[in-house]
């Protein structure tokens, strides 16, 4: 079936037209158009996306990447619209939903509501037809959430932790100010992270020994600050582990190492999770996957551990938000049968 699919729940307006077939088990996806518009450059001078320019700037991106769609020569007879409702921003939803509603009543086409996260688990599935052997664990890690699932086949998981406080992309972008580096923070930091050395501070690594598979992120982010903020004395040097004298740690050193910080939780929580449940693939998605050190640090770490695990990140435009994994999701909620309310849903979880 052919979907429509609509995305603005944060600073991308993205429109995708999607050709899904397979099944729940095995879905397939052929991906006719995926058109994104980013604001990036709208928010950067505020550091951080403004709720009222997202929707406006949805507000004037929707229409122009419609006419893109359908002057690129497809034609326009999708079986069904989806459209994401949340989690996200409240205008930035409803300028979708209300798009979708309209196209909805002119096309005289099915409307279905998408969980936003979903796309995210789903996204791996975007590319080539090697198939998920499960059972699976997934790990999200986007601008707003850090969850993990435990992922009994495509239709059906169960959530088994998440953080209690910061998502690792919001713990990027507000560490990545500090950074004084511009919004958003993850890519940022990643570049700049290439020319230090990971093993400089020992910034803490919340709640990796604890037995849940629960996250703590902005007690990471207070770290870094307060690294600024302290006398640097000879306790600091104890108390951070330090490999160099303080007034020879550059601010790559500093990026490398609040990396390593963030890689190290997620890996061992992630893995354990893997462990326990014996799982045969591991997923993971949302904006934070598109992280390169991210994802050798967890190539890494499976080889090291001997673990035979099956790895699915997808490529960077399918971990960022875009309208081709609202289309994959909406497919598999069509076929569940799984209805949601159009209205937006900011908090929204899985
Ligand atoms: O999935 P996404 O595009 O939007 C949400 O659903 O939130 O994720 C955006 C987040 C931002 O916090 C951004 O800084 C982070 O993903 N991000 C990255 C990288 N690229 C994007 N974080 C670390 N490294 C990256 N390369
Ligand atoms: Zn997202």
Redesign the pocket.
């Known amino acids: 079936m052919k979907i429509l699919a609509i995305e603005t729940?944060?600073d991308?307006t993205a429109i995708a037209l999607v050709d899904a077939k397979g099944g729940v088990k095995q879905p397939r996806f052929k991906i006719e158009k995926n058109l994104v518009a980013s604001q990036i450059k709208i928010h950067r001078p505020f550091g951080g996306v403004v709720p009222n320019l997202a929707k406006r700037e949805h507000l004037k991106n929707l229409p122009i990447l419609f006419k893109k769609l359908v002057a690129s020569g497809y034609s326009l007879n999708p079986d069904l619209i989806a459209v994401t409702v949340g989690p996200?921003l409240e205008p930035a939803l409803w300028t979708g939903i209300n798009f979708a509603k309209e196209l909805h009543k002119k096309l005289k086409i099915k409307i279905l509501g998408v969980n936003?996260l979903e796309g995210?688990l789903y996204s791996p599935k975007l590319e080539g037809n090697k198939n998920l052997d499960f059972p699976a664990i997934a790990l999200i890690?986007?601008?707003?959430?850090t969850i993990l699932l435990n992922v009994k086949n495509m239709a059906s998981w169960k959530k088994i932790g998440e953080t209690v406080d910061d998502?690792?992309?919001?713990c990027?972008?507000k560490t990545?100010r500090l950074l004084n580096l511009p919004?958003?923070?993850?890519?940022e930091?990643?570049k700049l992270a290439k020319d230090g050395d990971p093993n400089t501070i020992q910034f803490p690594r919340p709640m990796i020994h604890q037995k849940n598979y629960d996250f703590s992120f902005s007690g990471l982010k207070t770290s870094v600050l307060y690294f600024f903020r302290e006398n640097k004395n000879e306790e600091f040097v104890k108390k951070y582990k330090l490999s160099k004298k303080p007034e020879k740690i550059s601010k790559a050193d500093i990026a490398a190492s609040f990396q390593q910080a963030v890689f190290d939780v997620l890996t061992i929580k992630t893995l354990r999770a893997v462990k326990e449940i014996k799982a045969k693939s591991l997923i993971i998605?949302?904006?934070?996957a598109?992280?390169?050190?991210?994802q050798k640090a967890f190539k890494k770490k499976i080889k090291k551990e001997n673990l035979k695990l099956n790895l699915f990140i997808p490529s960077?435009k399918f971990?960022?938000?875009n309208a081709a994994i609202i289309a994959a999701a909406g497919y598999i909620s069509f076929l569940k049968n799984k209805k949601m309310a159009l209205k937006a849903q900011a908090n929204l979880n899985l």
Do not use: K, M, W
Not at 285 to 288: E, F, K, T
């Open positions: 729940s944060c991308e996200g936003h995210h890690i986007s601008g707003g959430h998502a690792v992309g919001e990027y972008d990545a919004y958003p923070g993850g890519p930091i990643e998605g949302g904006g934070v598109a992280n390169r050190s991210l960077p971990c960022t938000d």
